[in-house]
């Protein structure tokens, strides 16, 4: 699959479980506009491991999307000097609240602008579904990192301290897969949409086609003086029960017929045939009885 090819480019993401929950409580505490806020952790080596994230509570939210503005930088800045004196910025975060998990235009533009470090990454949280991803750089376009792990507890924070690469297998237990997908593709109504588009498009051109191709009925009346062909009047049409209305003209009944009805024409059905006499016996009878 093409998982195990994107692996070794795309920076191995894990982050604490409490900044998890601390990403989906800010987004739905305002769930009709973005919110967005920096992540706070280590790199090491081949990814990042996340351990807080400051709120940027001063962000402009213009309608739909988050800005890093420089009074947002000024309020982020003064509490990680203060907080997380040894930590780095090693991405961010903003939600999309109702429409999805991507990377948008505007969000690209925000990355490279002032996430372009190799390991830094995108979070996205959607409050409405429940759902998030992380993006990161894989060469040199963004794409959804296929595995973010999960730390529930403080186990997993030897590895970074040691600064040493974290054996894969090492800390497995505390940890929980929450993505797999491994592209930054359009949100899924998105490809609904155009399912549902495309079939009812070929229903539309299943009907044109039977129209044109398939013999639609011409209806005909039969003088019956001179058997001469009566073309019916425009609007004639012939009812699924057998009647037909003719504009202008009381309907025509169909004509009704009874199975069990005697015919009326004599001799129309065969009669019966008559019984034929049972062969006479009595002769032989007498010879084998009994004489007397
Ligand atoms: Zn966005």
């Not at 081949?46 to 400051?54: D, F, Q, T």
């Not at 992380?134 to 030897?158: H, M, N, P, T, Y």
């Not at 070929?202 to 039977?210: D, E, N, Y």
Request: charged content about 25%; aromatic content about 8%.
């Amino acid at each position: 699959m093409a998982k195990r090819k994107t692996d070794q480019r795309q920076p191995r993401v894990s982050i604490e479980g409490e900044v998890l929950r601390q990403i989906r409580q800010h987004a739905r505490s305002n769930s009709k506009t973005e919110v967005c806020g920096v992540l706070i952790g280590a790199e090491n080596g081949s990814g990042v491991s996340i351990s807080a994230r400051i709120p940027g509570l001063n962000a402009a939210q213009a309608g739909t999307y988050v800005t890093f503005t420089q009074d947002t930088w000024e309020h982020i800045y003064k509490i990680k000097d203060k907080e997380y004196p040894d930590e780095r910025i090693v991405g961010w975060y903003h939600s999309h609240p109702g429409f999805g998990v991507f990377l948008s235009d505007h969000d690209t533009f925000i990355h490279k602008n002032f996430f372009s470090s190799a390991l830094q990454v995108a979070w996205v949280y959607d409050p409405h579904n429940d759902e998030e991803g992380c993006f990161g750089w894989a060469g040199e376009r963004l794409a959804r990192v296929s595995e973010i792990r999960v730390k529930d507890d403080k186990g997993g924070e030897e590895a970074g301290e040691t600064g040493k690469p974290e054996p894969v297998g090492g800390i497995d237990e505390n940890e929980e897969i929450v993505e797999t997908e491994t592209e930054a593709g359009p949100p899924v109504w998105l490809k609904w949409t155009l399912t549902v588009t495309s079939h009812l498009l070929l229903l539309a051109l299943g009907f044109v086609a039977a129209w044109i191709f398939f013999p639609r009925p011409i209806i005909v009346f039969v003088n019956p003086y001179n058997g001469t062909a009566i073309e019916a009047p425009a609007g004639t049409r012939i009812h699924s029960d057998g009647s037909v209305s003719v504009p202008g003209l009381p309907d025509l009944q169909p004509p009704s017929f009874d199975r069990n009805a005697k015919p009326s024409v004599p001799g129309s059905t065969p009669q019966p045939a008559p019984q034929a006499p049972a062969p006479k016996s009595d002769g032989g009878k007498d010879q084998n009885a009994p004489r007397k």
